[in-house]
C-alpha cells in the first residue's frame, strides 16, 4: 500500500526523457541503469542486462485451472484532478519542516508530483484522511503504510512522476524531504474509480442535504474500484458483502453499475462453498476463511442480482446464477433450526477464534446502547428475517423467470419462515423481542407480523425514536429502511426529522464538522470523545450513505414500478416535507432521463416532470391522490399548498 521510485535508475526511452519528462510514458525499469554513479537498475547492467545472472521464470500451475475470460466490468481509470484548495502548511519537524497538502475532499487515486531537486534526494508522501492538531492523523489505517517515496534524478527541468502500483485513500499528504518551501503546485490529486457513468443528479433547497449527496456519491467513487470495497484507506480494501448489500440501490442510482455489480456477483459466485454457503468477503481470502457469512452480509447474492433486475429491467443476471442462488437458500434451510436461522455451530467454522461470528455481524456499529459491534437486536431475529425476505425475493425472481413450480415453492417457504418467526419473537400480547429500532424496522419492511400488529409496532419505533430526542439507534442493518419504512407507515415527518437531525447520531453531525464522504461509525469523531477506536475507523464507507435511495424516490419522486422492472413504466410521487421549498432529480435510466423537480410558492405547489420517449410513469400527487398513467412527454402540475396536504 506504497510504492518506492527512484529516479535515477530509469532506462532511456525511444520516446524521450522517461518518467521525469512531462507527458512521457515511465520506463518500467528506470533510467540510466548503467550510467556512471547510478545504482545498477533491477532490471540489468545495462538495457540488455549483461553481466547479471537472472532469475528463472516460475510456471504457476493452479489446480483445478482456472478459467481465463476477458476483463468484464468497467476498468478503473483516472476521472479527475483536484488541486490543494490552498498553500501548504508547514508541520514543525527535525531536521526539516514537514508540509501538509489539503485537497479538500476525501477522495481515493494517487497524487503528480512536479518537483526540482537536488539529485538523490528522496521525498516521503504519507497519505491520510483527516488531520489531528494540525498533523496527519493515521492511526486508524491500522498497519496500511499509505506512503510513497520518490528519489530525485536531478532533472535541471523538473520532473514529473504518479505512482502506477497502489491507490491511496485521503484528503491530505504530507509531505518530507524538501530542502524549501513547496507551493501548492507541487502535488496535483488524480482521483481514481471504476469507469460508471453518472446517472442521477439531486439538489434541494437545503445545503446540507445537498452536501449530504456530494458525500454518498464521493463515498461511492472512493469504493468503487473494480470491486465495491468497505474502505480505500486501511489494510483492508475487500470486496464486503454486507455494505455492498445495503448500498447497492443507492449505487444504482447514482451511476450506471449493472456491469460493475454483474461482475462481482460472479466473484460471489466463485466464493460460494460446496455446501452453498456464501462467505462475507469477495473475492474470498484465506484470512476471512468463513463457512458463512452471514445475515444480511451473505444474501447479497440474492439481494443485489434482484435489485439489478429492478433498476435495470435485465433478467440476465438472475437467469446466469439462479441455481446458485438456489443452492444458497437451500443452504440457509438446512442449517436453520425449525426455520430460525443460525450460523453453523462452532465445530463447523475453519478458525475457533472466529466463534465470535456465530450469528453474523449483527445490526453492526449500532448506537443502542451495546457495547458490542453487532448491537443489541437480536441476531437469530435478523437471520430469520432475512430468510424470509431471501424467500419473497427468490419468488419474484422465479416467476420473472417463468419457473412457476418454484416460484410457488417459495412463495410457501416465506409463509413457513414468516410463522416460525411469529412464534418466536412476537409474543402473544404483540411485543416484540429486543425491542430494537431495527427489530421493529425489519418486521415492517419485510412484512413478517399480522396486520393488526402494524400499528403497534409502528408506535414502538416512534416512541423509541422519540425517546432517544428524534434520534436513530440503527447500525448497517436497519438504518437503510428507517426512513422509507416511517414514510410507507404515515410518518413521512418523522423520517424528515432523521434525515434532518443535525445532533450525534445522524446523517448530518459528520457534514457539520467537515465530513466529504459517508464514515463507517456514526460517532468516527465526535466533540466530547474525538476519534473513536482506530481499529475500525474509516472516514469513507458508503453503507449509511443508502439513505440516498430515499432521498431520490421521495424528496425527488422518482422510483421504479415493482410490477415493472427496469423504468419503462415507472412512478413519480415527490414527498415535500421537513421545511424543503424546492428539489429536483434527474435520473437517467436505461430509457431515458427522468426528471422531477417541484417547488413551493406563493402557497402553491408546482411540479414539472419529464417522462422519457417510449416509457409511461404512474403519477401521484404528494398526498397519494390523483394516479394517473402519463405518456412520454413534458408536464407541469399546480396545485394549492393545503389541498394535497402539505406540511
Known amino acids: 500500500m506504497g510504492e518506492a521510485y527512484d529516479a535515477r535508475l530509469e532506462l532511456p526511452s525511444p520516446f524521450g526523457r522517461g518518467a521525469g519528462g512531462e507527458g512521457d510514458t515511465p520506463s518500467p525499469c528506470g533510467r540510466g541503469a548503467g550510467g556512471e554513479g547510478d545504482t545498477p537498475s533491477p532490471c540489468g547492467r545495462g538495457a540488455r542486462g549483461e553481466g547479471l545472472n ?49 485537497f479538500g475532499q476525501n477522495l481515493v487515486g494517487r497524487v503528480r508530483l512536479k518537483v526540482k531537486g537536488e539529485r538523490g534526494t528522496t521525498l516521503t508522501l504519507r497519505f491520510g484522511e483527516v488531520t489531528e492538531n494540525g498533523k496527519l492523523y493515521t492511526a486508524n489505517l491500522r498497519t496500511a503504510r499509505q506512503t510513497d517515496y520518490y528519489t530525485l534524478r536531478g532533472d535541471p527541468q523538473g520532473e514529473i512522476w504518479e505512482s502506477r502500483f497502489t491507490f491511496h485513500g485521503f484528503r491530505y499528504v504530507q509531505v518530507k524531504g524538501l530542502a524549501e518551501p513547496p507551493s501548492r503546485d507541487l502535488l496535483t490529486a488524480i482521483v481514481l474509480h471504476s469507469d460508471l457513468p453518472e446517472t442521477i443528479h439531486f439538489e434541494c433547497s437545503d445545503p446540507l442535504l445537498n452536501q449530504l449527496h456530494h458525500n454518498i456519491q464521493w463515498g461511492w467513487k472512493g469504493n468503487s474500484l473494480d470491486v465495491p470495497t468497505d474502505c480505500p484507506q486501511r489494510d483492508e480494501r475487500l470486496g464486503w458483502t454486507g455494505d455492498a448489500q445495503v448500498f447497492a440501490r443507492t449505487a444504482t442510482y447514482l451511476t450506471d453499475a449493472a456491469g460493475f455489480f454483474t461482475k462481482w456477483i460472479q466473484d460471489m459466485a466463485d466464493a460460494q462453498l460446496s455446501s452453498g454457503a456464501i462467505p462475507s468477503v469477495a473475492p474470498v481470502i484465506s484470512t476471512l476463511d468463513q463457512a458463512d457469512g452471514g445475515p444480511a452480509w451473505s444474501d447479497a447474492f440474492i439481494i443485489i442480482p434482484w435489485t439489478i433486475w429492478q433498476q435495470y429491467g435485465d433478467t440476465r443476471i438472475l437467469e446466469t446464477h439462479y441455481p446458485a442462488m438456489c443452492r444458497y437458500l437451500e443452504y440457509l434451510v438446512s442449517h436453520s433450526q425449525n426455520l430460525i ?131 436513530m439507534s440503527t447500525g448497517f442493518v436497519g438504518t437503510p429502511y428507517i426512513c422509507q419504512v416511517l414514510t410507507d407507515f404515515g410518518r413521512l415527518d418523522l423520517a424528515y426529522a432523521l434525515l434532518l437531525q443535525k445532533t450525534f447520531p445522524s446523517w448530518l453531525y459528520p457534514v457539520l464538522h467537515g465530513a466529504t464522504t459517508i464514515w463507517e461509525r456514526w460517532d468516527g469523531w465526535t466533540e466530547t ?76 405547489f408546482i411540479w414539472n416532470f419529464t417522462i422519457p420517449p417510449n416509457t409511461t410513469a404512474d403519477v401521484i400527487m404528494p398526498d397519494g391522490s390523483g394516479i394517473s398513467q402519463y405518456e412520454a412527454g413534458q408536464y407541469e402540475i399546480r396545485s394549492v399548498q393545503n389541498s394535497i396536504g402539505l406540511q
Open 54 to 102: 537472472w532469475s528463472p521464470v516460475l510456471i504457476c500451475q493452479p489446480t483445478p485451472a482456472p478459467l481465463l475470460v476477458a476483463q468484464n466490468t468497467p476498468p478503473v481509470r483516472a476521472q479527475t484532478e483536484l488541486p490543494p484548495i490552498g498553500e501548504p502548511v508547514a508541520v514543525p519537524a527535525w531536521p526539516e519542516n514537514e508540509w501538509l497538502f489539503d
Open 341 to 471: 436461522r443460525f450460523l453453523p455451530d462452532e465445530r463447523e467454522l475453519p478458525k475457533p477464534q472466529q466463534s465470535w461470528q456465530l450469528g453474523g455481524y449483527g445490526d453492526w456499529l449500532a448506537q443502542d446502547g451495546s457495547t458490542d459491534k453487532r448491537g443489541f437486536t437480536p441476531r437469530d431475529l435478523i437471520g430469520t428475517a432475512f430468510l424470509a425476505y431471501d424467500a419473497r425475493l427468490m419468488n419474484q425472481i422465479a416467476a420473472a423467470l417463468g419457473k412457476d413450480d418454484d416460484a410457488l415453492k417459495f412463495r410457501q417457504l416465506f409463509e413457513d419462515v414468516r410463522a416460525a418467526f411469529i412464534e418466536r419473537f412476537i409474543t402473544p400480547a404483540g411485543l416484540l423481542i429486543g425491542q430494537q429500532q431495527t427489530g421493529y424496522l425489519l418486521v415492517l419492511q419485510f412484512g413478517l407480523a399480522p396486520e393488526r400488529l402494524w400499528p403497534v409496532f409502528l408506535a414502538a419505533l416512534v416512541k423509541d425514536i422519540e425517546a432517544r430526542q428524534t434520534h
Open 529 to 604: 470523545q474525538g476519534f473513536q477506536d482506530p481499529e475500525m475507523n474509516s472516514f469513507n464507507h458508503y453503507a449509511y450513505g443508502a439513505v440516498g435511495t430515499w432521498m431520490y424516490e421521495n424528496i425527488g419522486g422518482i422510483r421504479p414500478h415493482p410490477a415493472h422492472p427496469g423504468f419503462q413504466h415507472f412512478i413519480l410521487n415527490p414527498q415535500p416535507g421537513g421545511g424543503l421549498t424546492y428539489a429536483r432529480a434527474e435520473y437517467n435510466s436505461v430509457h431515458g432521463k427522468i426528471i422531477s423537480q417541484w417547488k413551493i410558492e406563493d402557497g402553491q
